[in-house]
T-cell receptor, first 113, second 110 residues
Framework: ETGVTQTPRHLVMGMTNKKSLKCEQH?????MYWYKQSAKKPLELMFV???????ENNSVPSRFSPECPNSSHLFLHLHTLQPEDSALYLC????????????FGSGTRLTVV | LAKTTQPISMDSYEGQEVNITCSHN???????ITWYQQFPSQGPRFIIQ???TKVTNEVASLFIPADRKSSTLSLPRVSLSDTAVYYC???????????FGSGTKLNVKP
């Protein structure tokens, strides 16, 4: 374990379903992120939260809805997804601004059928 | 945002030293350079981070010339388990918005 825990590890959902991905970190980090990694594509930054406030929404469709109730937890709510949304969804955290040092979770492998 | 350019792939043999170079011509004064390793179906793992000159840890070395427009990740004596994708990232000064490029796929052969 890296210190960032993602659940579930695998998820299969229909296009009409509603599901949520969960991310948890107890590293004392102040910023959390969602990334999407599709097959043979670079990681795409989706959302950034700094001190529980969303500071980046990288043109992500509204069928993806993030939630950050506190600095340790991050959710990604999913509804009416499309098959092309199938990907590995990665959560990460960092200590704060201006420094690298992402700690990533193991990801959720999402398949939309 | 500083953009990075890396070779798409590299081949090596076990026991060799591997050097992966990254270009970042538009790096800003406050930006750090960070390298990650990613295995299939796993999240990237932090390898090393630096600002200038040379940084070394138990896994790798990072060489950064004075103009900081490039950097080189050096992996000593690679093994088969080092086969992975390696990403070079340059930090954004406003928020932690690090954009990953395509990375370098390193293939270590026996």
């Amino acid at each position: 374990e890296t210190g960032v825990t993602q659940t579930p590890r695998h998820l299969v959902m229909g296009m009409t379903n509603k599901k949520s991905l969960k991310c948890e970190q107890h590293l004392g980090h102040n910023a959390m992120y969602w990334y999407k990694q599709s097959a043979k594509k670079p990681l795409e930054l989706m959302f950034v939260y700094s001190l529980e406030e969303r500071v980046e929404n990288n043109s992500v469709p509204s069928r993806f809805s993030p939630e950050c109730p506190n600095s340790s937890h991050l959710f990604l709510h999913l509804h009416t997804l499309q098959p092309e949304d199938s990907a590995l969804y990665l959560c990460a955290s960092t200590p704060g601004r201006d420094r690298g040092g992402y700690t990533f979770g193991s990801g959720t492998r999402l398949t939309v059928v | 945002l500083a953009k990075t350019t890396q070779p798409i792939s590299m081949d090596s043999y076990e026991g060799q030293e591997v050097n992966i170079t990254c270009s970042h011509n538009n790096i800003a004064t406050n930006d750090y350079i960070t390298w990650y390793q990613q295995f299939p179906s796993q999240g990237p793992r932090f390898i090393i981070q630096g600002y200038k000159t040379k940084v070394t840890n138990e896994v790798a070395s990072l060489f950064i010339p004075a103009d900081r427009k490039s950097s080189t990740l050096s992996l000593p004596r690679v093994s088969l388990s080092d086969t992975a994708v390696y990403y070079c990232l340059v930090g954004d000064t406003n928020f932690n918005k690090f954009y990953f490029g395509s990375g370098t796929k390193l293939n270590v052969k026996p």
